[in-house]
T-cell receptor, first 114, second 117 residues
Framework: AQSVAQPEDQVNVAEGNPLTVKCTYS??????LFWYVQYPNRGLQFLLK??????LVKGSYGFEAEFNKSQTSFHLKKPSALVSDSALYFC????????????FGSGTKLNVKP | SAVISQKPSRDICQRGTSLTIQCQVD?????MFWYRQQPGQSLTLIAT?????????ESGFVIDKFPISRPNLTFSTLTVSNMSPEDSSIYLC??????????????FGEGSRLTVL
């Protein structure tokens, strides 16, 4: 069965410090991996994706994520957090052999304190 | 990226009534989906809206309760029928395959927040 796990409901970090939001996945075949951000009362905004190629992918707003096949992980990172990064983050996977489905994690609330 | 517009953005409805949410994409898309999200929670797929044919529903969702239309490649509607307070949620329209090219990611509208009294 395909699934995505975000083990942390909430991540707290001080402004200027690096942040990591964790994601692991289980999928048949090669995964297509995504991160989305949701601000209050808004839809989900696409941040970045891994489909193939370099394991380190860069996305919007200075975020990046590293695909680790052996650990089946796709953690979201940013070197220096901003208060404006505070939001709800979702990891998602699209399975190579079930391409019409996207599987979303439970979400991680990122709180960046000034 | 695509612009996906949803109407209404929010509404307060009475128990037993029905409401139709419209979703308009600014380009032709391959696939359209409808999700439900409780505030602060993850997304639950309701159905895949198929152009010119009946939607494909996920387990726990039925056509009588959530009729969906997709008359063309840019537009879809979701109706929430005979609403109860348990239907209070955010309903999200999403699409992939902009201009017929699937780059992998899913694009979302801003959501329709329904409150049922």
């Amino acid at each position: 069965a395909q699934s995505v796990a975000q083990p942390e409901d909430q991540v707290n970090v001080a402004e200027g410090n690096p942040l990591t939001v964790k994601c692991t996945y289980s999928v048949s075949g090669n995964p297509y991996l995504f991160w989305y951000v949701q601000y209050p009362n808004r839809g989900l905004q696409f941040l970045l994706k891994y489909i193939t190629g370099d394991n380190l992918v860069k996305g919007s707003y200075g975020f990046e994520a590293e695909f680790n096949k052996s650990q089946t992980s796709f953690h979201l990172k940013k070197p220096s957090a901003l208060v404006s990064d505070s939001a709800l983050y979702f990891c998602a996977v699209r399975a190579e052999y079930n391409f019409n489905k996207f599987y979303f994690g439970s979400g991680t609330k990122l709180n960046v304190k000034p | 990226s695509a612009v996906i517009s949803q109407k209404p953005s929010r509404d307060i409805c009475q128990r037993g009534t029905s409401l139709t949410i419209q979703c308009q994409v600014d380009s032709q898309v391959t696939m359209m989906f409808w999700y439900r999200q409780q505030p602060g929670q993850s997304l639950t797929l309701i159905a895949t809206a198929n152009q010119g044919s009946e939607a494909t529903y996920e387990s726990g969702f039925v056509i009588d309760k959530f009729p969906i239309s997709r008359p063309n490649l840019t537009f879809s509607t979701l109706t929430v029928s005979n609403m109860s307070p348990e239907d209070s949620s955010i309903y999200l329209c999403s699409a992939t395959g902009l201009a017929g090219v699937d780059t992998g990611e899913l694009f979302f509208g801003e959501g329709s927040r329904l409150t049922v009294l």
